[in-house]
C-alpha cells in the first residue's frame, strides 16, 4: 500500500474510531506477525527469521504505545475543552446576573 493511502486510510479509521485505533490495530497485527515469525525460526532453526520476527514484535509493540498514546493525548483535550467551556458557560452566567443586578 502507499504512503499516502495508508495515512488516508489510518486517518478514517482514527475519525470513525477514535485517535489511535488505527495504531493499536496495526501495532497488534504487526506484533502477531512477529511472534510467528519467531516461532517458524525457532522451528525451522532460522536464526534470521527469529530476529526479523523480534524486530517485528518490538515495532508492534511500539507502534500500539502511540496508539495509546493518542487516545490519551484525545481524551485529556476533551476533558480540557469541557473545562473551558464550562468556565465560558459560568463566566457567562455572571455577567448575565450582574448586569441584571444593575
Known amino acids: 500500500m502507499n ?3 495508508h495515512n ?3 486517518r478514517a479509521v482514527d475519525n470513525v474510531a477514535g485517535h ?3 495504531d493499536k490495530a496495526e501495532g497488534a497485527a504487526t506484533e502477531t506477525v512477529g511472534e510467528g515469525q519467531q516461532a517458524l525460526g525457532r522451528a ?3 536464526k534470521s527469521l527469529q530476529a526479523e520476527g523480534a524486530k ?3 515495532a508492534g509493540n511500539a507502534q500500539q504505545v502511540v496508539g495509546e498514546a493518542k487516545e490519551g493525548l484525545q481524551n485529556l483535550g476533551e476533558s480540557i475543552q469541557r473545562g473551558v ?3 465560558v458557560d459560568a463566566t457567562k452566567d455572571a455577567l448575565h446576573d450582574a448586569n ?3
Open 8 to 10: 488516508e486510510t489510518k
Open 85 to 87: 467551556n464550562k468556565a
Open 56 to 58: 517485528n514484535e518490538l
Open 44 to 46: 525451522t532453526g532460522d
Open 3 to 5: 504512503d499516502t493511502l
Open 20 to 22: 489511535g485505533t488505527a
Open 100 to 102: 441584571r443586578k444593575h
